[in-house]
């Protein structure tokens, strides 16, 4: 599927909402973020070498089997409109006479006969808009599945960006302990104790432990992002480019507001519930007649018994008008009741999709709200008093005025502080990208245009 959203939002004859909801899509797929860069790229990468959010949400965009299947079946369901629309094809019915039949003005040897049904009043009207409506819910549909994989995506590319930094902060922190041990070598040789040899040997142990528990995992993410940017390639991805996000204020009431408005889920039910309700007045109609004209022709041979009569030979033709009688009225009021119990189910699932949708948002701004809270807890406070005291803590084991203890406890609550920064600022990404989706709608990701989500 080589065409991008906003190919698909021009070359389709769609309704007004679907065109603002596919509008949104588009500018949510193709807005740019702007992330700091992280890494060179990694030997023995995989060939998809792109390492931007938004070049990975193209590719999905672009190469994702569901998303192609999901078109395939909104297009599919546009071709039902014109056959919902149309009258039924006329009838033309050819008769023979193998004994032709002797009438005054000669012998009848075969009759042609072509009619029409034409249903009542309003029948093919409510038909196309029942067809209409479901379009446009697999129209919905397919968006709703593209905001769905671009937050899988997403979500997957700054968990594995996490992963990335963790890897070069556990790597770090290693080579650091490597580094130190010959120093303490030294002071074994010359007679000092060896305890503090072994305790260091015993968490460059762990660090290297935990080091290759996480080279591991970046496996199993790799492969996770590569299944749904329809990666065959079963080599690693590169490390994605991102940077923390600036702490930004969501405005909530404009975003529950978008969620109603927009989000894809409540258009589809939305277009079920208006199928439901041309689906009922078809069958309300139902107890109608429907009606079909027609025309006669009836071709005469040779007039041998009565060549002097008046039009002998002659072929005559004539119309015909047929009602057809609605006789089953069960049938017809249990197609009603259908109809009815089913737009009503569709109402109930709008109400509680609502529901679901908005306890959601309150959910990942909530999320995200602690995510900032420890960004600036981490990032203005704890890392800095960290940095200083294991700079404080080398440079005292140096001098002899400290242990190797205070010098290993140092590190580690600096690597854990790195670390929790870190997850701190995927998880927020991560709830930005959620919300984002759920309201359908480009997120702020600057304090500059924060205050204009409102506007969008």
């Keep these: 599927m080589a065409r991008t959203v906003e190919h698909l939002c021009t070359e389709r004859k769609l309704g007004v909402p679907a065109r603002r909801t596919c509008l949104a899509i588009a500018a949510l797929w193709f807005t740019s973020i702007a992330l700091a860069t992280d890494e060179s790229v990694t030997t023995n990468v995989s060939t998809f070498s792109p390492t931007t959010l938004?070049?990975?949400?193209?590719?999905?965009?672009?190469?994702?089997?569901?998303?192609?299947?999901?078109?395939?079946?909104?297009?599919?369901?546009?071709?039902?409109?014109?056959?919902?629309?149309?009258?039924?094809?006329?009838?033309?019915?050819?008769?023979?006479?193998?004994?032709?039949?002797?009438?005054?003005?000669?012998?009848?040897?075969?009759?042609?006969?072509?009619?029409?049904?034409?249903?009542?009043?309003?029948?093919?009207?409510?038909?196309?808009?029942?067809?209409?409506?479901?379009?446009?819910?697999?129209?919905?549909?397919f968006q709703s599945r593209q905001l769905t994989l671009m937050r899988s995506v997403s979500i997957g590319f700054f968990e594995y960006g996490f992963l990335g930094r963790a890897i070069d902060l556990t790597r770090e922190n290693r080579d650091w302990l490597l580094a130190l041990e010959p120093v303490i070598e030294e002071k074994v040789k010359a007679g000092g104790d060896?305890?503090?040899?072994?305790?260091?040997?015993?968490?460059?142990?762990?660090?290297?432990?935990a080091l290759q528990s996480l080279k591991q995992r970046r496996r199993v993410e790799s492969a996770r992002l590569s299944e749904l940017l329809a990666l065959a390639d079963d080599t690693l991805l590169p490390w994605p480019e991102w940077d923390a996000p600036a702490v930004v204020a969501l405005d909530a009431p404009s975003l529950a507001r978008a969620?109603?408005?927009?989000?894809?889920?409540?258009?589809?039910?939305?277009?079920?519930?208006?199928?439901?309700?041309?689906?009922?007045?078809?069958?309300?109609?139902?107890?109608?007649?429907?009606?079909?004209?027609?025309?006669?022709?009836?071709?005469?041979?040779?007039?041998?018994?009565?060549?002097?009569?008046?039009?002998?030979?002659?072929?005559?033709?004539?119309?015909?008008?047929?009602?057809?009688?609605?006789?089953f009225l069960k049938r017809n009021k249990a197609a009603k009741t259908e109809a009815t119990f089913t737009q009503t189910s569709f109402e109930r699932q709008y109400d509680q999709k609502l529901n679901e949708l908005q306890a959601e948002l309150r959910s990942s701004l909530a999320l995200l709200e602690d995510a900032h809270r420890r960004l600036l807890l981490y990032g203005e406070e704890l890392l800095g008093l960290a940095e200083q005291a294991v700079e404080n803590s080398r440079t005292s084991y140096v001098g002899g005025r400290t242990g190797i203890l205070e010098v290993i406890d140092s590190e580690r609550s600096l690597l854990e502080l790195q670390l929790l920064y870190w997850r701190a600022a995927s998880d927020a990404w991560q709830q930005r990208v959620t919300i984002q989706t759920l309201a359908n709608q480009p997120i702020s990701l600057t304090s500059e245009t924060a205050a204009n989500d409102e506007d969008q």
């Design 54 to 141: 938004e070049a990975y949400l193209q590719q999905a965009q672009s190469a994702n089997p569901e998303l192609m299947a999901l078109e395939a079946r909104s297009r599919a369901a546009e071709q039902v409109v014109p056959q919902a629309a149309s009258l039924p094809d006329p009838k033309l019915q050819w008769t023979y006479f193998v004994e032709p039949v002797q009438t005054r003005t000669g012998p009848q040897k075969s009759v042609f006969t072509l009619s029409q049904r034409f249903p009542w009043f309003g029948k093919l009207g409510n038909s196309k808009k029942s067809a209409s409506a479901e379009a446009e819910a697999s129209w919905h549909t």
């Design 194 to 209: 060896i305890n503090p040899l072994l305790r260091l040997k015993v968490e460059i142990g762990k660090v290297d432990d």
């Design 259 to 327: 969620v109603e408005n927009d989000n894809p889920e409540l258009h589809v039910l939305t277009q079920k519930v208006d199928s439901a309700k041309a689906r009922r007045e078809v069958a309300r109609r139902e107890s109608y007649p429907d009606i079909t004209a027609g025309l006669n022709y009836i071709q005469l041979g040779d007039p041998v018994v009565n060549p002097g009569t008046p039009d002998a030979g002659k072929d005559p033709w004539g119309v015909t008008v047929a009602v057809n009688i609605p006789l």
